[in-house]
């Protein structure tokens, strides 16, 4: 059964920092790519940084130069670095198995896990 844990959301003052983690299970994650979203209340879900097995990125150009995406096969993790946070950084952000990528406008995923929180607030 694919699994998906998130975990390292919190609350921080703008500017501050975050290391989101998404742990997978279930599944031989090194043959896939992953993307991380977040969705803030009331609004649909935004793409905010993909990873492809060989370490190629992509990002939402709200976070471009702010946030970091990497991965670690080893541990089967996936990890978002939020630097520079600002208060429309916050939502709920969950990452995602790609089964299909071309682009972050052009995707399919087929399991995600339930989410961490990020709040970011003075």
């Known amino acids: 059964e694919v699994e998906l844990v998130e975990s390292g959301g919190g609350m921080v003052q703008p500017g501050g920092s975050l290391r989101l983690s998404c742990t997978a299970s279930?599944?031989?994650?090194?043959?896939?790519?992953m993307i991380w979203l977040r969705q803030a209340p009331g609004k649909g879900p935004e793409r905010v940084s993909a990873?492809?097995?060989?370490?190629?990125?992509y990002y939402a150009d709200s976070v471009k130069g702010r946030f970091t995406i990497s991965r670690d096969d080893a541990k089967s993790r996936v990890y978002l670095q939020a630097d520079s946070l600002k208060p429309e950084d916050t939502a709920l952000y969950y990452c995602?198995?790609?089964?299909?990528?071309?682009?972050?406008?052009?995707?399919?995923?087929?399991?995600r896990g339930q989410g961490t929180q990020v709040t970011v607030s003075s």
């Open positions: 279930g599944f031989r994650f090194s043959n896939y790519y």
């Open positions: 995602a198995r790609l089964t299909l990528f071309v682009s972050l406008d052009s995707l399919q995923i087929d399991n």
């Open positions: 990873i492809t097995t060989d370490g190629r990125t």
